[in-house]
């Protein structure tokens, strides 16, 4: 089982509509939660951290569900500019330096 | 944004070559690491530096030496590699190694074609 796991997609999305995908971790001792956008050709950059209440950044919200091990992000109002890859990234307790990167859901927005 | 720097950007070397890539951060960061990301595959860290010292070494083949001469620069020396290690291999720093606050920047990657 790998240890944190995404859906590749692509998520083909109207522009305007709301997407929204998880992600799932195997370590119960993860400690930290993040997710990482990556455009094409590009390097991954944070796009934010994933708090135990949930947090919102603009159109952007991320939730944590540490009973069911999964993390979650919901970007509203879509952009042409949304189009990339969403990186999960999970820190976990024992390893406090190294991140553990899931293989990313590409999402295309679509005119 | 220059903050962390990486050449080549591209690379093609023959299995008996011996290369080196490049890193250079910009930000007065502590930590340094090399990860390679292969299609669909997620990034696997390969070195950890901290100050100039390596913490981390994740079973990675001896045909890649990395160096940090001091914190602001990180090598990998390639030599003798094989076709499935063509990848983009990227430089990340962080503030520091430990900490709630340990978001890694990225450098824009080497893109290696091993022939």
């Not at chain 1, 590749?8 to 930290?32: D, I, K, L, R």
């Not at chain 1, 603009?58 to 500019?81: E, P």
């Amino acid at each position: 089982r790998k240890e944190v796991e995404q859906d590749p997609g692509p998520f083909n999305v109207p522009e305007g509509a709301t997407v929204a995908f998880n992600c799932t971790y195997s370590n119960s001792a993860s400690q930290s939660f993040f997710w990482y956008r990556q455009d094409c050709r590009k390097e991954p950059k944070l796009l934010m951290s994933v708090y135990s209440s949930g947090n919102e950044d603009g159109r952007f919200t991320a939730q944590l569900n540490r009973a069911s091990q999964y993390i979650s992000l919901l970007i509203r109002d879509s952009k042409l500019s949304d189009s990339a890859t969403y990186l999960c990234v999970v820190r976990v307790m024992d390893s406090n330096y190294q991140l553990i990167w899931g293989a990313g859901t590409k999402l295309i927005i679509k005119p | 944004e220059t903050g962390v720097t990486q050449t080549p950007r591209h690379l093609v070397m023959g299995m008996t070559n011996k290369k080196s890539l490049k890193c250079e951060q910009h930000l007065g960061h502590n930590a340094m690491y090399w990860y390679k990301q292969s299609a669909k595959k997620p990034l696997e860290l390969m070195f950890v530096y901290s100050l100039e010292e390596r913490v981390e070494n994740n079973s990675v083949p001896s045909r890649f030496s990395p160096e940090c001469p001091n914190s602001s620069h990180l090598f990998l020396h390639l030599h003798t590699l094989q076709p499935e290690d063509s990848a983009l291999y990227l430089c990340a720093s962080s503030q520091r190694l430990a900490g709630d606050i340990n978001e890694q920047f990225f450098g824009p990657g080497t893109r290696l074609t091993v022939l």
